[in-house]
């Protein structure tokens, strides 16, 4: 089983930029695409990023999709996500989980991750 550290957040005024680290410990963590999701309060938890398990397919959210970059070092078991040019509507708890299925690219729901980390408040202002 993977558990999960996200680090990282923090408060930014509009336009700046904050890069969010992921730890993961356990094993096969090489085998899985990693997620970024995020959770605004009263709503929903939304995908944000996902990053295939050798690292070479991403797929982004189109609100951020030009704004964030998600990386992965998988000789320090550690996921990433630079996010540059805020805006206060990226103001969110941010999550990083790990795909169910093993070497599977391209899941984005929320139903398809699991061992989900304690979360990083990223607070955005105007």
């Known amino acids: 089983q993977v558990q999960l550290v996200e680090s990282g957040g923090g408060l930014v005024q509009a336009g700046g930029s904050l890069r969010l680290s992921c730890a993961a410990s356990?094993?096969?963590?090489?085998?899985?695409?990693m997620g970024w999701f995020r959770q605004a309060p009263g709503k929903e938890r939304d995908f944000v990023a996902v990053i295939s398990w050798g690292g070479s397919r991403t797929y982004y959210q189109a609100s951020v999709k030009g704004r964030f970059t998600i990386s992965r070092d998988n000789a320090k078991n550690m996921v990433y996500l630079q996010m540059n040019s805020l805006k206060p509507e990226d103001t969110a708890v941010y999550y990083c989980?790990?795909?169910?299925?093993?070497?599977?690219?391209?899941?984005?729901?929320?139903?398809?991750?699991?061992?989900w980390g304690q979360g990083t408040q990223v607070t955005v202002s105007s």
């Open positions: 989980a790990k795909d169910r299925s093993r070497l599977r690219a391209g899941a984005t729901a929320v139903a398809d991750f699991e061992s």
């Open positions: 356990g094993d096969t963590f090489n085998s899985y695409s």
